[in-house]
């Protein structure tokens, strides 16, 4: 304990006595034996024996005092403070446990809103795959309702009988009832008071369905056997049709060159057998044909003029007496007079001169065209139909 105690200076020894301030007891001190201590320890300081009444050293208060009014104002002091902590202790508990409280509901409202979002979320999501399910299912099952009633007659009427190696089903006869069904079939099973199930008619759809696709699988497959086995004997006729047309075609232009040749040759041989085998016949001819072509040309053209003019002038007549004006003569044009003067120049026109002038012509072509070297079949071939075509028109 005297270890412990507080340290005084020597200086502030001036009586043997001190007093507590705790217990306001009174303490005797030897100060000659503290001094010796003092004389034979290195410190500055000494130690003081506990107080003989609390046992304490740290209220000392040298000399003798009397603190008694200290200690009793201390104690009221004390007193009142220990009854202003308790209920203020049991204010701040209270303030700190409201706190605590609303943390502690806010914290529970998060995880409930929490949960009820998780929960909602999770029956969203079960909703969701639910309605898909069966989305998906009315969806397939109104494909599969809308393959059967499109079915061939015989093709649906095979798929709605039992068979005898396949699962049994069952099918509507009323046509009210397929209406309905065809309509909407979960309709018409809640109006049948689910009698049979839903999940039984949708089975029962399906094996129809496949039944349906299987027969028309089978028939299409005997449709298309029996078509390539048409085309196939088809392509195979045109093969051969072609073969012996290449093998014809192999031996077609030796007799094709052969037959020309002959043609020609006897063709030559009828044209010197003939007497008279001139060009200037067939040059008349044509000028004779020319000459009526444009006099028939100049005629249309003259009719026409001359019925437009006389058109005019009757319009011309009949507007003059409405109006009261003087009728004009009816008379034709400088352009008719100059067309009736052509024509009549070429009616006058001599004959042998309009010959020369084509022969001239025709002369100067067949030397031009005599300059042009073709090859030995394209002269052939043009010799040929000249002479024959000399030979219709002689014939």
Known sequence: MTENAPNLSLSHYATPYLTCGQCNSLNFIDVTLIKGIRKNTNSSCEGLPPCIGCGHTVFYQPSVWSLSMEIEMKAKQEDNHEK?????????QRIARGYLGRMEAKRRLKAKIALERKIFNAAA??????????????????????????A??????????????????????????LAVFREDYREFVRRTGNRP??????????????RVLRREN??????????????????????KRQLGWNRSCRHAPAVQIQRVARMHADRKKCWRAQPNHGRENYV?????AHQQKQQSALQR??????????????????????????????????QHENLGNFATVARTLEPSAKVNAFLQTKAKLDRTNSRKRDSFPKRLRDQVTYDSSERERDS
Do not use: M
């Open 218 to 239: 089978q028939l299409v497959a005997r449709i298309q056997a029996t078509w390539r086995g048409i085309t196939t004997r088809s392509a195979y006729l045109e093969l």
């Open 152 to 177: 061939h007659k015989l093709v649906y009427t095979y798929a709605t009988i039992n068979q005898p190696n396949l699962p049994r089903i069952f099918w509507y006869d009323n046509a009210e009832e």
């Open 284 to 288: 008349n001819d044509y000028l004779l």
């Open 197 to 210: 199930p839903l999940w039984r008619v949708e089975a029962n759809v399906i094996e129809i369905t496949k």
């Open 84 to 92: 202003k902590r308790t209920p203020a202790a049991i204010q701040i």
């Open 301 to 334: 053209h003259l009719d026409k003029t001359l019925l437009t003019t006389y058109r005019k002038h009757v319009q011309h007549k009949r507007g003059a007496k409405i109006l009261g004006q003087p009728i004009q003569v009816f008379r034709i044009s400088k």
């Open 125 to 150: 999501s079960i909703q969701r795959i639910i309605r898909g399910v069966e989305a998906r299912t009315k969806y397939r099952i109104e494909q599969c309702i809308f393959v059967i009633f499109n």
